[in-house]
């Protein structure tokens, strides 16, 4: 790896790290030595890059830096390129669009010579098998989960026995050919997770239900990773 490519990815992996990364951590990623990460982050503070820390602790990357956006690895655009291959095949369709299009904005701006990594990659998504219909409005779920509103659905099980809920929408996941809704129940007092296919109707209501997107999203998977772990057992 050149020098000028290792310093560009010291600070990729500061980036993406939300605690004090190591030199040991670095170098193990890097494939060199600690004294070579050592020098690097010197030479990076020398060039006014605000990377805070020492040996011994760890560093970080002040949260406000920029770089140019689209220094991009050849890994990197191919891994741009598998996700948006798979999105456009799983996504909704606002979602399929905006894979489209972001792959498109990445391909304006790179250099001709990257442009085969994103164009013609080496990975590829499986075509994707048929979904079955969604029950309501895959996008604007999305943008009530953003804003934390509620949703009351009409909701048959596998029983095909239909109940009205009353939901607070916190993420949606994608199997191999249904939807899923994770929500926080109010019939419940619970999360459930609700196919998409088995809504028969939906009413997106303006009513907030008080709990931020993220603090609800962390609640989701708490509650997830606890029921996985009482099945494995």
């Known amino acids: 790896m050149r020098r000028a490519d290792r310093l560009f990815q010291i600070i990729q992996i500061l980036r993406r790290s939300t605690r004090p990364v190591?030199?040991?951590?670095?170098?193990?990623?890097?494939?060199?030595?600690?004294?070579?990460?050592?020098?690097?982050?010197?030479?990076?503070?020398?060039?006014?890059?605000?990377?805070?820390?020492?040996?011994?602790?760890?560093?970080?990357?002040?949260?406000?830096?920029?770089?140019p956006p689209l220094m991009l690895t050849p890994d990197e655009l191919e891994a741009a390129a598998l996700g948006a291959q798979w999105v456009a095949g799983k996504g909704d369709?606002?979602?399929?669009?905006?894979?489209?299009?972001?792959i498109a904005k990445i391909a304006a701006v790179v250099p001709d010579r990257l442009l085969p990594f994103l164009e013609e990659p080496s990975v590829g998504a499986p075509p994707p098998l048929a979904t079955a219909a969604d029950g309501l409005d895959i996008a604007r779920t999305r943008a009530w989960i953003r804003s934390g509103k509620k949703i009351r659905i009409r909701y048959c099980d596998d029983a095909a026995r239909a109940s009205e809920r009353t939901i607070w929408p916190a993420i949606i996941g994608y199997a191999e050919t249904v939807r899923l809704v994770g929500a926080w129940c109010e019939l419940r007092q619970a999360f459930r997770h609700f196919r998409t296919d088995r809504v028969v109707a939906a009413e997106f209501l303006d009513e907030r239900h008080g709990a931020p997107p993220a603090a609800l999203r962390a609640r989701w998977r708490r509650a997830f990773e606890a029921a996985r772990g009482d099945r494995s057992r």
């Open 93 to 102: 369709a606002a979602l399929a669009a905006a894979a489209r299009d972001l």
């Open 22 to 67: 190591t030199a040991s951590a670095m170098a193990a990623e890097l494939e060199v030595s600690q004294r070579s990460v050592y020098r690097d982050i010197a030479d990076l503070i020398g060039q006014r890059t605000p990377i805070r820390g020492e040996a011994g602790i760890g560093y970080v990357l002040d949260r406000d830096f920029d770089m």
